[in-house]
């Protein structure tokens, strides 16, 4: 990998969240500032976690400027 080459996205449900919220942070957001901008909780955004929620998934993707399908290949 590149210095600037973002890592591979992890399969495992876990990790990918954790990864999800590395990469969030690194580029000045979180799922709090996520759910404040969609007027939800905290909690709604964390079922994107266990469940397909594209509202949720969308707005996280656009966030790492990556399509949904490529954060949750098993969702769609």
Do not use: N
């Not at 495992?12 to 942070?25: A, F, G, I, V």
């Not at 957001?29 to 994107?48: C, D, H, M, P, Y």
């Not at 266990?50 to 707005?59: E, N, S």
Request: aromatic fraction near 10%; charge should be positive.
């Amino acid at each position: 990998l590149s210095y600037m080459e973002t890592p591979p996205i992890p399969s495992d449900p876990l990790l990918r969240w954790e990864w999800l919220k590395y990469q969030l942070r690194s580029k000045g957001s979180s799922f709090s500032g996520i759910a404040k901008e969609l007027g939800v909780t905290r909690q709604t955004i964390g079922r994107a976690r266990v469940i397909a929620y594209p509202r949720i998934q969308h707005a996280i993707a656009s966030k790492l400027g990556l399509e949904p399908h490529v954060i949750w290949p098993e969702r769609y």
